[in-house]
């Protein structure tokens, strides 16, 4: 973190060495690109390696990993919030905030566990609704009953992980998460194909190298974030009972931004099943192009939770200038970076669809997929400038506390997005293509929407940490503009 004193000082360097400029959001996003990478890769080989079983094995564990992240995302939206608390603390050095919230965050995913377990027993009847084969049906289930087990790690990692990211101590959740990847990784060279004298498991054993991996990072961490001079520091020992004030207020701030995520899903997880009943073709083509487009989405992802960081600690400090440049620093970042993966999709996509082979597809078949795909790359190149610009604004806003906003906005969004989707299938006949013209027009207006709430400037004055002392503010007041907050 940059200090005031040094911020003034270097604020008329050049783009790469000034305050909240280039070199200060890539230390800080680039670890976080490299760990929203591995997940990226992780989720990636395990597709690959699973079409090498069959198509229909890859384009089950896709549906079937959408639809768990649709039951993991809203406390995942929570925990996530939770290193906004951080930074904001961080920035206004109240150091012996950052213990506490980093456990209310834990209190969160422990409050949501029993969500993860209920919807193993009710996942036959939701996999029913989408009327795919039996076959991938059966294969669906196997994947999402499993992988439910890892929903708890998942949130609580996140929320031990924010101890770091939000303090922009970005390397060490870099290094947590590559290790973790890794170890899906070898577990599912083992288990998916029956390897090393285990069992042939297909889909259930690459969703037990992600539970497996995904519970030894909660050990790490625990190492890690219960060190002595986190303890007294941090107080990351005496800060884990549950503080209800704090647990209210990052709910209050952080539900709606997990809401938000789950809508998203809902509406991109609604998209994918209906695509599924126009047939084996466009879901296989349309699995492959997201796993694919990831490569894209990822990096951006990580960045924009680089901007949600720096802009609560620039907020923190009360300086909403650096905050509202750090954004649009980390917005020419992830445009240039789109520039050049859209480039790629259009022009050398083979470059990303070379390892999809399926040993049980004929060579007509694989064409045939493979062809779709490099048609629906191009839907994706298509909107790939308007999800950095929703991806990053939305960021900065939600680091601001501007949560209720982005909440009415997904309301709006994901419902249109699963009308035009059902309409499209069911009514005007649209096709694939169709589909993916309309998801299409669905981003792009997603990006203007939050770039106009960026620019009105709204979010300069708001805070998520109570301006004086603990304890002294109500949630009622760290929604209102700073100014009226510190008054009152």
Sequence with gaps: ??????????????????????????????????????????????????????????????????????????????????????SQYFGADQHQRIGPAMWQGVWSAVLFTPLALAAIPLAPAVFRLAQHEPAIVAMELTYFQIICLAAPAMWISQAFSSFYSGRGRTSVVMWIDTAGAAVNLVLDYFWIFGNGGFPQLGVAGAAWATVVAMWLKIFVYLVLVLQRRHRRRFSTWTGARLDVALFNRMFYFGGPSGVQMLLDVIGFTSFILIIGRLGPLASQATSMVFSVSTVA???????????????GQRLGEDRDDLAARVTWTSYAIALSYMALTSALFVFAPNLFLFGFVSGEMSAADQAAVRALAVVLLRFIAAYNFFDATFMIFVSAIKGAGDTAYVLRVSLVMAAALVSVSWLGVEV??????????????????????????????????MRVIEPAAPGLASVDQAAQPASDAASA
Excluded: H, N
Excluded at 65 to 83: D, E
Excluded at 429 to 452: A, D, E, K
């Design 1 to 86: 973190m940059i200090d005031t004193g040094e911020a003034a000082t270097v604020d008329q360097a050049s783009w790469w060495r000034r305050a909240s400029g280039g070199r200060e959001v890539v230390q800080v996003a680039l670890p976080l690109v490299v760990s929203s990478l591995s997940w990226t890769v992780m989720t990636f080989i395990d597709r690959v390696l699973l079409f090498q079983l069959s198509g229909d094995a890859m384009a089950a564990a896709f549906s079937a990993g959408v639809v768990w992240f649709l039951v993991v995302c809203l406390p995942l939206g929570i925990c996530t919030y939770t290193s906004t608390f951080i």
């Design 297 to 311: 989405f990822m990096p951006v992802w990580g960045l924009s939770l680089a901007v949600t960081i720096l802009v």
């Design 428 to 461: 005007l006949r649209l096709g694939v293509l169709g589909c993916w013209t309309l998801i299409t027009i669905w981003v792009w207006t997603l990006g203007l929407i939050f770039l106009r709430r960026f620019r009105q400037g709204k979010w300069r004055s």
